[in-house]
C-alpha cells in the first residue's frame, strides 16, 4: 500500500481489520522510513526493530482471533527516550545514562505496547531530563523539523514530534512539564496535547509538583484524540484524577462533534518586561480570532497576561530542583550539559522549605490565571513568541542563564497550563511564506486551553478549527 505512511491511526486501523494491510508490513514500512529518513531529522535515540516485528508478528494473531480488537492494534508506534520501557535503552536524553537499559514499563507506555498492542519502534530523542525547551542531547544529533531542517524541532518532546512530522511514526508519545508537547508540535507542524493534570497516570512513580503529563503528538486532531483515548486509562494510588468521560463515550468519537458557542479569551501579552510576540506570530494569532469568529464564537481579547515575570519564579525554582533530583552515577556528573550543570546546582540550594514556598508560589499564580479566565469556555494565546527557533540558536553553553532566559523569551505561553492543570493544545493553523529552506512555509502555532476536565471540549473545538483551515497538504522537506 503505497503512501501508508500519510494514512490516519482510523485509516490504518481500518485496513488492518479489514485485511487490506499486516501489521508486519506496516512496520516495515516505518522501519524502512526511519533507516532512510532518520538521519535528517535526529528523531530517534533507539531504535527497537526487533522487537517492533515481534510486537507486529504478535499483533496479527490477536487480530486473528478477536472479534473486536483494540482500535490501535497493529498500529507501530514511539515512545520518548524520558519514560522508561523494560529492556529498551533508556537515555533519558543524558551522556550520563547512554549505556542505561531500563528494568520497569512505565504504565503509559504498557496501554500502548501491552494493552493496545502497538509495536514499538523505538524510543525518540529527548534533551537531558527534559529540561530545554529544544532537542540537542549532546551526544546524539539535534531533532530538526522536518518542514525546515535548519530549524530546531523544539522540546523536550523533539525527537517524537520530528517522527511524527516526518512520517517516520503514525502517531507518539511525549510529556509535558512546562511545554514539552506543545514546544516541539508548534515547531514541527503537528498537533500537540497536554491534557487535563491526573488524565494520563505517571505510575509506577508520583509526580511531586503535578506539573507534568504524558500526552499525544499526531498529525491531526482526531488522531491525537484515538491516541489519547489509550493513555487516559487510570491507575491505582494515582496522585491526582481528572473528570472521567461519560459511561461509553471517548474522545476520538468526541471530536466529531462541533462545540456549540463557546466563550473564549485570548492574550498576546507575554507578561515578560521587553518580550513581545513576533509580527508572524500577531498576525496568525489575529487569524485565529478572526477564524474562530467566523465558526461562530465570541472572543474576547484580554489586554495583558494574567502574570508577570516575577509568577515565573516558583516555576524556575521547582525546575532547577527537579533537575537535581535525578540521581547521577558517581563521577558522570562532568558528562552533564552545562545548562543542566547549572540548574542542578540551582537546585540544590532549595531548601525543603524553600520547595514549599515555591510549590505555594507557583500554586497561587495559578489560581489568579484561572480567575483571570473565569467564566470563559476556553483561552487562545500563541503557542510560540517567535517563528520556529533555529538549531543551536537557544543553546548556550558558555552562559546556561542566558540559555534559561532565552528559553523562557521563546516558550512564555505554555507552562501557564502547566500550573494550572488544564489541557493545552498546539495547532499549525498558519503558515509563512515558503522559503528556500522551508518550502512549504513554516508553522505559526496557536494555542489552545480550556478548564481542568475539559478535554473532550478542547479537542472537540480544535477538531473543529482542523477541518475550517486544514493543513494535512503540507508536505515536509524530509519526505
Excluded at 525546515?148 to 524541532?153: H, L, M
Aim: net charge negative; glycine share 8%.
Amino acid at each position: 500500500m503505497a503512501g501508508m505512511h500519510h494514512l490516519s491511526l482510523r485509516d490504518l486501523g481500518d485496513a488492518l481489520r479489514g485485511n487490506a494491510l499486516t501489521p508486519t508490513e506496516l512496520t516495515e514500512h516505518y522501519l524502512a522510513r526511519i533507516d532512510r529518513l532518520d538521519e535528517a531529522v535526529g528523531a530517534f535515540l533507539t531504535v527497537t526493530p526487533t522487537a517492533a516485528r515481534a510486537a507486529a508478528k504478535a499483533a496479527e494473531e490477536r487480530l486473528a482471533r478477536t472479534a473486536d480488537p483494540h482500535p490501535l492494534l497493529g498500529i507501530p508506534v514511539a515512545v520518548k527516550d524520558l519514560t522508561p520501557v523494560a529492556g529498551h535503552r533508556h537515555t533519558s536524553g543524558s551522556a550520563a545514562f547512554a549505556d542505561r537499559t531500563a528494568t520497569t514499563t512505565a504504565h503509559v507506555a504498557a496501554l500502548l505496547l501491552d494493552r493496545a498492542g502497538m509495536p514499538l519502534l523505538g524510543k525518540t530523542s529527548a534533551p537531558e531530563f527534559g529540561c530545554p525547551a529544544y532537542t540537542e542531547p549532546g551526544f546524539a544529533p539535534p531533532a530538526r523539523s522536518p518542514f525546515d531542517p535548519t530549524r530546531s524541532a523544539g522540546g523536550s518532546s523533539g525527537g517524537a514530534a520530528a517522527a511524527v512530522a516526518a512520517g517516520l511514526v503514525p502517531a507518539a508519545h511525549g510529556s509535558d512539564g512546562g511545554g514539552s508537547l506543545r514546544i516541539p508540535a508548534a515547531a514541527c507542524g503537528i498537533v500537540g496535547f497536554k491534557p487535563s493534570r491526573g488524565r494520563v497516570s505517571p505510575a509506577p512513580g508520583g509526580d511531586p509538583t503535578g506539573l507534568t503529563v504524558a500526552g499525544p503528538l499526531a498529525r491531526s486532531v482526531r488522531d491525537a484524540a484515538l491516541l489519547l483515548d489509550a493513555m487516559a486509562v487510570p491507575a491505582p494510588g494515582d496522585p491526582y484524577a481528572a473528570p472521567p468521560l461519560p459511561p461509553g463515550a471517548t474522545f476520538a468519537a468526541l471530536t466529531e462533534r462541533a462545540p456549540a458557542h463557546l466563550r473564549i479569551a485570548a492574550w498576546t501579552d507575554t507578561g515578560l518586561p521587553g518580550v513581545a510576540p513576533a509580527p508572524e506570530v500577531l498576525a496568525a494569532h489575529r487569524g485565529t480570532v478572526a477564524l474562530l469568529r467566523d465558526l461562530g464564537h465570541t472572543v474576547e481579547e484580554l489586554p495583558r497576561a494574567p502574570l508577570t515575570a516575577a509568577d515565573r519564579d516558583g516555576f524556575a525554582a521547582l525546575w532547577g530542583a527537579l533537575a537535581a533530583s535525578v540521581p547521577v552515577p558517581d563521577g558522570a556528573e562532568e558528562l552533564l550539559m552545562p545548562l543542566t550543570r547549572w540548574l542542578r546546582q540551582r537546585g540544590r540550594a532549595v531548601s525543603g522549605t524553600d520547595w514549599i514556598a515555591a510549590l505555594d508560589a507557583m500554586q497561587t499564580t495559578a489560581r489568579t490565571i484561572v480567575r483571570a479566565v473565569d467564566g470563559y469556555d476556553a483561552v487562545l494565546t500563541p503557542a510560540l513568541a517567535a517563528l520556529p527557533a533555529k538549531v543551536g540558536a537557544l543553546r548556550n553553553d558558555d552562559d546556561p542563564a542566558a540559555d534559561f532566559d532565552a528559553q523562557t523569551a521563546y516558550t512564555p505561553y505554555t507552562a501557564p497550563w502547566n500550573w494550572t492543570g488544564w489541557p493545552a493544545v498546539a495547532l499549525p493553523l498558519h503558515w509563512t511564506d515558503p522559503t528556500p529552506t522551508a518550502p512549504s512555509g513554516l508553522p505559526v502555532a496557536a494555542q489552545l486551553a480550556a478548564p481542568h476536565g475539559a478535554d473532550a471540549r478542547l479537542l472537540a473545538l480544535a477538531a473543529q478549527l482542523e477541518e475550517a483551515r486544514p493543513w494535512a497538504a503540507r508536505r515536509p522537506v524530509v519526505h
